[in-house]
């Protein structure tokens, strides 16, 4: 009968418009009820949608009431899913290994964020230099005596990036973007990865490797955090990685919360240890922490890393496509992660 069915969750692509056009054509598009995740849960055991092929997210912020997609919420999927095609880089919603395991392929939209992200690491880095949240504060401050107070006492604290180094905990996609950024403000980059990454990479951004997280703190005069988050970078940056870091130092977030213990931190930055930090990412997201809200040498954002428009077109395009090359076209998926599935139409 030709057409795959996909269970999309959420709402539909905003941008690639005729793309979504020409999708619709090939695949019959069947929407997730969302209204709570009991309300989904009873819908798959309903067995509401019939059989269906894939599932598709098409933005981050969108159709999320069905997470966390652990185990027991994956062993009521109808056993006719190959596929899991979603936006973002991120996927700490989901449990990888329990989709694999009933013979579901995933993939994320790397790449379409790295842009975005990597720029916003870039804002953050040269904040926590410059000091710019404390200038903006100042400045709107609307009073004439702070602001000059504020001018005077930066002038004795600002430093520039140019001849820093900047250490890299993690060197994947998003990092080596940062990395590549970094040194055109004239910094130096340190890196300490799990996965080598390919010579070239290393030689063009004339990286050096540190043989432990704990090398990578001593050397780096700003820490820049870019690993997924999962059981293994749980507080990855803790206490021990501060205390190693060089005083008077600075740290980066664009990676998730919960990979930097916030208390530790909060510590180091009252201490005087840590000079100053800045944030796209909060251990307990939404909410932030009220000591950090309080510093003035910390920038602080409401995770925009991969807020661009040009990245949601990315990664509307990059689940569309996965989703026809694995479910139509007998292709490999372009962006897999986990397990590596052939197309279900190539066996
Ligand atoms: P990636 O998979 O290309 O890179 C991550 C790297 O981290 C990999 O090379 C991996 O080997 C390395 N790594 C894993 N565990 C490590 C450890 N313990 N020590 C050192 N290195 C380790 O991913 P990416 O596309 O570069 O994205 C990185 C993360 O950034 C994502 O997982 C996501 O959570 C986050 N992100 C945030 C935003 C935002 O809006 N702030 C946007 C996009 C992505």
Same mark, same amino acid.
């Given at each position: ?6 269970? &999309? ?22 929407? =997730?009820?969302?209204?709570? $995740?009991?309300?989904?849960?009873? %819908?798959? $055991? @309903? ?29 009521? #999927? *109808?056993? %006719?899913?190959?596929?899991? =095609? ?7 919603? +989901? @449990?990888?290994?329990?989709?694999? =395991? ?16 990597? @720029? ?5 880095? +040269?904040?926590?230099? $410059? ?29 520039? *990036? ?58 780096? @005069? ?35 919360? *919960? ?9 180091? #930055?009252? %201490? ?14 939404? $909410? ?6 309080? &510093?003035?040498?910390?920038? #602080? ?25 694995? #479910? ?13 599935? *052939? ?5």
């Amino acid at each position: 009968n030709g057409k795959p069915r996909i269970l &999309m969750l959420g709402d539909a692509p905003i941008y690639q418009l005729e793309h979504w056009n020409a999708f619709q054509q090939r695949a019959e598009i069947v929407s =997730a009820d969302l209204s709570s $995740r009991d309300a989904f849960m009873q %819908s798959l $055991r @309903d067995n509401r949608y019939g059989a269906f092929d894939g599932i598709v997210k098409f933005a981050v912020e969108t159709g999320n009431a069905a997470s966390p997609w652990n185990q027991e919420l994956i062993s009521l #999927l *109808p056993p %006719s899913v190959k596929l899991f =095609a979603a936006a973002g880089a991120g996927f700490d919603y +989901l @449990d990888l290994t329990a989709l694999n =395991a009933r013979g579901i392929a995933f993939a994320n939209s790397r790449g379409a964020g790295d842009t975005a992200t990597s @720029d916003i690491a870039l804002f953050l880095i +040269l904040a926590t230099f $410059r000091l710019t949240t404390y200038a903006e504060w100042g400045a709107r401050s609307g009073d004439p005596q702070i602001f000059d107070e504020v001018h005077l006492d930066i002038t004795r604290k600002a430093r520039n *990036p140019n001849g820093k180094t900047l250490g890299c905990v993690g060197l994947g996609a998003i990092q080596r973007e940062i990395a590549r950024k970094a040194k055109a403000f004239g910094m130096h980059i340190v890196y300490y990865e799990v996965a080598p990454p390919p010579e070239e990479v290393v030689r063009s951004l004339e990286a050096r490797r540190a043989d432990s997280l704990l090398e990578l703190a001593r050397e780096a @005069d700003c820490v820049s955090v870019s690993v997924p988050y999962m059981d293994s970078t749980h507080h990855l940056i803790d206490s021990a990685f501060l205390a190693a870091m060089q005083p008077g130092s600075r740290i980066v977030n664009t990676a998730r919360g *919960p990979v930097i213990d916030e208390a530790a931190l909060v510590a180091a #930055l009252q %201490s005087g240890h840590l000079f100053s930090a800045g944030l796209d990412v909060h251990e307990f997201e939404p $909410r932030v922490s009220e000591e950090l809200i309080q &510093m003035k040498q910390v920038t #602080l954002t409401t995770h925009i890393g991969g807020v661009a428009q040009e990245t949601y077109e990315g990664f509307e395009t990059l689940v569309m496509s996965n989703t026809e090359r694995f #479910l139509l076209d007998g292709q490999a998926l372009e962006t897999p992660v986990g397990k590596q599935f *052939p197309s279900p139409l190539s066996t």
